[in-house]
């Protein structure tokens, strides 16, 4: 079996505190302009995997409403519970398997609908963590945070700097709920306290969007464009759930991700091989943390990679130029999105955050759970 | 039905009661709590001893088949200090007049850690590697309140 797969096409919504539309007209845009965009009928879809949550929207099997609006009318649809990276893995299994040709991949949410926090609370432990109400997204990376920092002697300051970049990337990004132009480690570290070492910019934004994506066999995706995107590898691993049993200084489950989407592209040295990526840092020290457990530093080098310039914008390996999650995180779109900019960023469509310099390979990462507890990496390449 | 009558939104409540099966680990982890007792689990075959108790042991694919008293001493492995608290079922935050510090606690003789509270301390001196101790309730009811915090040594 060697079928490729390619991305053929794609399209976000702006992704916003508050987008002014209902879920199933969000969701109908951000499909027909994927559709639009890409030239491409209803009819080519084979089949469509979405990224969407129950408790988000407020009902059960969420997806029954969407067969209209995701142009899945009498095809064969399917949903996650989870980051839209894993919606765009399913779909890539669904056609690399010859299945199905033509897959359409979407995933949305909108935070201005549900009670803000909550949908992590109710994802605990029933019997332990729940009823003692100790833990939350934010407290849990809280915990994350200062493993990491007290492990590797980091300090809040050099935390901060993520945000920095991020934020400050976010201002190219049109796209983005959050952006500081000209933003600086004062305005990160002077936001408001909430669990330490976490202050409100060390934190994603509560943010409304919707991200699509359009993938195709290798014959299917010569036809719909002559700038096709290659799915060059995938990985996925799942940690275990208890936070008291988990390496939460490094992220076990991301690197294992990472050697077997790297083994499946066949990357030996990330660091000179990948151009760029885009992680799904929910929080700012996450992003340090990826960098480790993704093998584009040793433990704990995160920081240094971080100061040495070389993951900002115009640094040689750019991370997050589209200011990542931290400029914007609707829930279950959010990895989905990683793989988008990816694309758009070996295709040169990034626009104001196109990285200097050509894009062959880029890495994009998804994750779900408590910190970082489940992962998914993609390698993408832009030349045949 | 007049409510959608010029309506842009509706505020949904989803109000539902679940019954949950705590499971026998559990259910004799927080009948120990009664006694003062904090109990582990031990794998049979990786030796590791699981707090709270779990009747499987995930690495190794087995079931748990001892149980082993820990603490009430115990080490902080991470920290933070919650300046806020969620707003119930509103969702978002709200400021907390006097913070409360939450850790994740290794208690002596396990292999694991587990967040709880960090009482009786000043959020200024809590650090990792703090060594703590589980204070309980003074009439103990067979809850996990039974357990009411960790204050340092
Ligand atoms: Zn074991």
Redesign the interface.
């Known amino acids: 079996m060697d079928r490729r797969v390619a991305v053929v096409g794609y399209a976000q919504t702006e992704h916003r505190p508050r987008i002014d539309s209902s879920r199933e007209m969000m969701v109908y845009r951000v499909t027909r302009e994927l559709l639009d965009s890409a030239g491409v009928t209803k009819d080519r879809v084979d089949t469509v995997v979405s990224a969407q949550n129950d408790f988000l929207e407020g009902r059960t099997i969420s997806n029954m409403r969407t067969v209209g609006p995701l142009a899945a009318f009498m095809k064969e649809e399917t949903k996650v519970e989870m980051d839209g990276a894993y919606a765009a893995l399913y779909a890539y299994a669904r056609v690399r398997s010859g299945l199905h040709d033509v897959a359409l991949v979407a995933g949305e949410s909108m935070a201005s609908c549900y009670p803000a926090y909550l949908p992590a609370v109710w994802a605990l432990d029933p019997t332990f963590d729940r009823p003692n109400g100790f833990l939350n997204e934010l407290s849990a990376g809280a915990l994350q945070a200062r493993s990491y920092m007290e492990r590797y002697g980091v300090s809040e300051e050099q935390v901060a700097g993520v945000s920095v970049k991020n934020l400050g990337s976010a201002a190219g990004n049109p796209k983005a709920c959050r952006s500081i132009p000209g933003i600086d480690l004062a305005a990160v570290m002077g936001s408001r306290a909430l669990y330490s070492p976490l202050r409100e910019l060390n934190c994603y934004p509560l943010t409304d969007g919707a991200c699509a994506l359009l993938l195709a066999e290798e014959k299917t995706a010569l036809e719909m464009t002559d700038r096709p995107v290659w799915i060059q590898g995938v990985g996925s691993s799942s940690d275990t759930y208890y936070l008291g049993e988990r390496n939460l200084s490094g992220c076990d489950s991301l690197a294992a991700a990472a050697d077997a989407a790297y083994r499946m592209a066949g990357i030996s040295d990330p660091r000179a091989e990948i151009d760029v990526a885009e992680v799904h840092e929910s929080f700012s020290h996450e992003e340090l943390i990826f960098y480790e457990a993704l093998g584009l530093c040793g433990e704990g080098e995160g920081a240094g990679l971080l100061e040495s310039g070389a993951t900002s914008p115009d640094g040689d390996l750019p991370v997050n130029p589209s200011g990542g999650a931290l400029g914007a995180n609707p829930l279950c779109a959010t990895g989905l999105i990683r793989i988008v900019e990816s694309a758009m960023q070996i295709r040169g469509d990034a626009g104001d955050h196109q990285v200097p310099g050509e894009v062959a390979t880029a890495l994009a990462q998804g994750q779900n759970g408590l910190c970082a507890q489940q992962n998914v990496v993609f390698i993408l390449r832009g030349q045949r | 039905m007049t409510d959608l009558e010029n309506v842009r939104e509706l505020g ?1 409540d ?1 109000d539902a009661t ?1 019954s ?1 099966s ?2 026998a680990s ?1 259910e004799r982890f927080v009948r120990g709590l009664a006694d003062r007792r904090l109990l582990g689990a031990r794998c049979p075959k990786c030796s590791r001893v ?1 707090v ?1 108790p779990r009747k499987v042991c ?1 690495r190794c694919f087995v079931e748990t088949d001892e149980w082993v008293e820990v603490g009430p001493g115990g080490t902080v ?8 608290e ?1 707003d119930g ?5 709200k400021d907390l007049d006097v913070p409360v510090v ?3 606690i ?1 208690p002596d003789g396990a292999d ?6 960090i009482g009786e301390a000043d ?1 200024r001196e809590v650090a ?1 590697s703090m060594r703590v101790e589980a204070v309980w309730a003074d009439e103990a009811g067979g809850a ?1 309140s039974d357990l009411r915090y960790f204050k340092p040594l």
Not at chain 2, 89 to 93: D, L, W, Y
């Open positions: 949904i989803i679940y949950w705590v499971g559990m699981l709270p995930e492995v991470s920290f933070t200090v919650g300046e806020v969620l079922k509103a969702g978002g935050f939450t850790g994740l290794k694991t850690a587990f967040v709880h509270v959020p990792c996990l």
